[in-house]
């Protein structure tokens, strides 16, 4: 991310952006920045409470009126992420963005020890649903002026490390994800696709993963929200294939 790069008043005004996991942690952050920069933000979350409260934290500081939608990514099938497309399209007519947020830790366990279950409940929301969204959502970000997709890494995706597992394992396919993606949009300079590792935030997920840390020793998830303004904001528009540190 530049050193210089300040992201203007409303530097996303007239977007679309859809957010998963938008109803805790990291992605709520990025939906009331990204909202607070002047974007129609698309909550996505199960959590209908707490989607609903960021919701109204929107309209309350007069952001762009939100979307919210309750769906669960980890389903097993196609034919839901199609038709969360076809109504984005209805409801909404344009995607501008699409920050692929959320994702669970599952156990964090030596391979040998690891439940198949497990296994495959992480990759399948971490990796598949990934795929899900990125395909049905492509021919409307297509249409977009300038598009930016962004997927989320993790350190763990970089280097593998004991007991990470399925989660650490998932990280390197959304690496891998991002990459294929940003090859076959190389040449389309309207939509550009990368990828963010948000480094240890003080959300639900890391005080799960490290239950003895002192949560406050890391950086609440607003205070880094500058990548990913950048990402959204088309002052990245060149910046494709790449993966960031948001610290
Ligand atoms: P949180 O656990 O705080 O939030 C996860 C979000 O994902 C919630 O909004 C949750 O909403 C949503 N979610 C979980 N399961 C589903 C599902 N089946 N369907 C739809 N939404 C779902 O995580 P963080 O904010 O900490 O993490 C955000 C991203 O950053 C993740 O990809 C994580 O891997 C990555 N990351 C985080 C780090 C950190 O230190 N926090 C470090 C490195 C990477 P709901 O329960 O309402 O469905």
Redesign the pocket.
Known sequence: IPDDYKPAEKALAGKTILI?????????SAALSFAAHGATVVL????VE??EKVYDEIEAAGGPQPAAIP????QDAEEPFIALADVIEDQLGRLDGLLL????LGQRRAIEQSAWNDWRDVLQ?NVNSQFLMAKSLMPLLRQAPSASVVF????VGRTGKAYWGAYAVS?FATEGMMQVLASETENTSDIRVNCI?????N????RAAYPAEEPDT?PS?DAIMRSYLYLMDDVSGERSGCSFNAQ
């Open positions: 998963t996991g938008a109803s805790d942690g990291i992605g709520r996505l979350a199960r959590n707490k989607l769906f669960d990514l980890s947020n959320a994702s669970i929301l989320t890494s993790s350190g990280k590792n948000p480094g240890a935030t959300t639900a997920m890391r890391n998830p």
